[in-house]
């Protein structure tokens, strides 16, 4: 009898999850009841239209509700005389226009006893569907449900930093998923997969290659292929971007220089631009690494990046497409604050962008590390779109072994406020354009996809991809809702466990920064590489690529002072932020290494010293892996054994490298404190010299 349980239980929940489904699993509801009801309001889907973006709406509802209920349901051309099904329609009055972005919303609304999906737009048709999809896989009634919704952010987009060689920087999921040498013939039905995950999202741009380009891409035998990856994406409402190498000038057309002001340059880019479009009409634009980590860019020839943004504007000519100029940029010699670096370049040139160019900021002033204050370019160019660009690949944040979900960082940084007009002026609203009322808007998310079968490695990192889709289209959502919506699509509609893994995804980016970098530490990880610590690093590249350069120990004490007495870097915010970080005494605990040098023996809001509330913090972060664990373990019985054996090897590791960076950094900065591990904590049991031996392991060529 239990052996005939267990067969019924692995049989209804069908072969074993290997992950390729993301949220998009549509296996049949378990609760018969509530299927039911579904199955009334969902006989059939109707749509009349015959645009391609229409007819994936009607072909995912149809598989979705087909898969997820159970029961046939035909796309057919009419309503139906008894209703009772889900009607697509196009209808330039469901949105009203002065909405921002109404053209991509949606509204649901009951109307002769059918559910109708109304927008201006197939997109935004699309959209509605998978609103429909989303509201029956967690479990929310049709019947009398009534929605309006529209995207806040315009260009809401995935940024892939994929090679041509295949390899992706930064990514931790496998080879990139474009297949160059299968392409244009070969179409990997996994692009399809990918085109449906971004939609149903709400995601509506990719950005297919790597900010670091290769000029491959702008060649007669690459364009073919990226014209054929946009036909994937086009049915799915979603336009393709390239990231491009200023240099293409000199590499593909044989020029002396890249100079933007030099007419034979403009030339030979508007003709590129011109040739693009002929291969891809509804190309979305451009990408731009300029002047940064040794990029060619305008700077060479003594332009600045508005001239090099603005020749490309004008190259787009008449043609729908935008220049995303990327402000991640930092100066060759690498002796100030790199703190400031992108704000000096940038906020000058407010006011002098082509109204094409978006300039891209990401969301805090270093680069990706676990917590950051919002990056100081927020609400200092007003006159400038400026699109937030996160990160959802985990360079800094323990690769695809450690579990980060990302939805909190997001939106720590919408939320934070600018003071740019007054109290309010949030991060959010000057990306949505509303603070300073531009239309052109953006967000991008670096890619954590790649080929391996679970498109993420960490099965948990889909929740990164998923929570920023859905913040991408609305930013006030809650991250700690959207976690529990995608472990509800994703994992199991069981209640308890998808309330423990909400717990664990919730937590897991404060645990993370806890045992990495607690109370505002910064850029204190493995050289290159980018992972484990190494906060002794004295010796690199550059020194703001060391670890001392961040956190500035000394015998005194710890942090990087940022104020008037220090680098000044605070006085590029607002006063009212100044207020809230200038001072050690009030400055929010989070952040008080990123403006401050401390003394070790300084007591701290919290009672407990500088040395000792570091050693609490690494201490109590290491342990709290256990934690994350045991949320893990709660959900067994509901999860899939295999997904659930390898996000458990993952904790495991987890805690292991925990236990590595407490050890670590809690015996680096105690040679320079000079202070015991306070108790209850015990010492490491290891010593520095073990642990740095450890790390060399990880440098080695
Ligand atoms: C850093 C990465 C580097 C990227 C760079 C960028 O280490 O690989 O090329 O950002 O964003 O985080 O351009």
């Known amino acids: ?10 049989a209804h929940r069908g072969v074993a999850d290997d992950g390729y489904r993301l949220w998009l699993k549509y296996d049949r509801l378990a609760d018969a009841g509530q299927c039911a009801q579904y199955q009334r309001a969902a006989r059939f889907v109707a749509t009349t239209g015959t645009d391609p973006v229409l007819r994936t709406a009607a072909a995912e509802l ?23 099904g889900i009607v697509l329609k196009l209808d330039r009055t469901a949105i009203d226009a002065s909405t921002p972005n109404a053209a991509e919303g949606y509204r649901i609304y009951s109307e002769k006893n059918n559910l109708v999906v109304a927008s201006p737009s197939a997109a935004g048709v699309l959209y509605g569907a998978y609103a429909v999809l989303r509201r029956v896989q967690t479990g929310g009634a049709l019947a009398g449900w009534a929605v ?77 292929k990226v014209a054929a990856l946009a036909g994937v994406m086009r049915p799915y409402g979603i336009r393709v971007y390239l990231s491009v190498f200023w240099a293409a000038p000199k590499v593909l057309g044989g020029l002396p220089t890249a100079d933007p002001l030099d007419p034979a340059v403009q030339r030979w880019w508007a003709a590129k631009t011109d040739e693009i479009y002929r291969a891809i009409p509804d190309f979305g634009g451009f990408l731009v690494k300029a002047n940064s980590e040794g990029e060619p860019g305008p700077q060479d020839y003594q332009r600045t990046h508005a001239d090099g943004a603005n020749m490309l504007a004008k190259a787009l000519g008449a043609h729908d497409g935008v220049v995303m100029w990327r402000a991640f940029v930092y100066k060759a010699d690498g002796s100030g604050d790199r703190f400031k670096e992108a704000y000096q370049d940038f906020q000058p040139l407010d006011g002098k962008f082509d109204p094409k160019v978006l300039v891209q900021v990401k969301n805090g002033p270093i680069d990706f590390q676990a917590r950051e204050p919002f990056h100081p370019l927020f609400g ?55 603070l300073d009322r531009h239309a052109q808007t953006g967000i991008a998310g670096v890619a954590n996809i790649g080929s ?191 997904v659930y054996a390898d996000v458990a090897a993952r904790l495991q590791i987890q805690q292991q490298e925990a236990y590595w960076w407490r050890d670590a950094c809690v015996l680096y900065f105690q040679t320079l404190a000079r202070q015991p591990v306070p108790g209850p904590f015990a010492p490491p049991t290891r010593t520095l010299a073990d642990i740095k031996r450890q790390v060399q392991v990880y440098q080695l060529k």
Request: with cysteine; charged share 15%.
């Open 1 to 10: 009898m239990f052996l005939l349980l267990v067969f019924v239980a692995a």
């Open 62 to 84: 149809q598989r979705g509700l087909q898969g997820l209920l159970g029961q046939p349901v035909p796309v057919q051309a009419s309503m139906g005389a008894l209703g009772g």
């Open 148 to 224: 309006r919704s529209a995207p806040r952010i315009g260009h809401r987009m995935i940024n892939h930093w994929d090679n041509p060689n295949g390899t992706v920087e930064r990514g931790y999921a496998g080879s990139s998923i474009w297949k160059w040498d299968e392409l244009p013939q070969r179409l990997d039905p996994r692009y399809t997969d990918y085109a449906r995950a971004n939609a149903s999202i709400g995601l509506n741009g990719v950005v297919i290659n790597n900010v670091n380009a290769s000029a491959r891409y702008l060649t007669p035998d690459y364009l073919p």
């Open 380 to 434: 200092a160019m007003p006159r400038t779109p400026l699109v937030l660009e996160v990160q959802l690949t985990q360079e800094y944040l323990g690769f695809a072994t450690h579990a980060v979900y990302l939805g909190p960082l997001i939106k720590e940084c919408l939320e934070a406020d600018t003071y740019a007009q007054g109290p309010g002026s949030t991060v959010a609203k000057v990306v949505d354009g509303s």
């Open 452 to 642: 391996v079968r679970n498109w993420t490695g960490h099965p948990l990192g889909q929740a990164n991809w998923y929570a920023f889709g859905r913040l991408a289209w609305d930013h006030t959502l809650d991250p700690g809702a959207l976690a529990t919506e995608w472990a509800r699509m994703s994992l199991t509609t069981n209640a308890a466990a998808v309330r423990s893994i909400t717990a664990l995804l919730d937590q897991s980016r404060s645990i993370y920064v806890r045992y990495t970098t607690p109370l505002g530490l910064h850029h204190i990880m493995g050289e290159s590489i980018h992972y484990g610590p190494q906060p002794w690093l004295a010796k690199a590249g550059r020194p703001d690529w060391t670890a001392v350069y961040y956190h500035r120990g000394d015998s005194l004490g710890l942090g990087f002072d940022r104020t008037a007495t220090g680098s000044n870097a605070l006085a590029l915010y607002r006063p009212a932020v100044q207020q809230q970080w200038g001072s050690a005494a009030t400055c929010p605990l989070d952040y008080l290494l990123w403006f401050h040098h401390v003394g070790w023996q300084q007591p701290l809001r919290t009672g407990r010293t500088l040395w000792n509330e570091l050693c609490y913090r690494y201490y109590t972060g290491a342990d709290s892996v256990a934690w994350l664990q045991k949320q893990w373990a709660a959900a067994r019985p509901a999860l899939d054994a295999e």
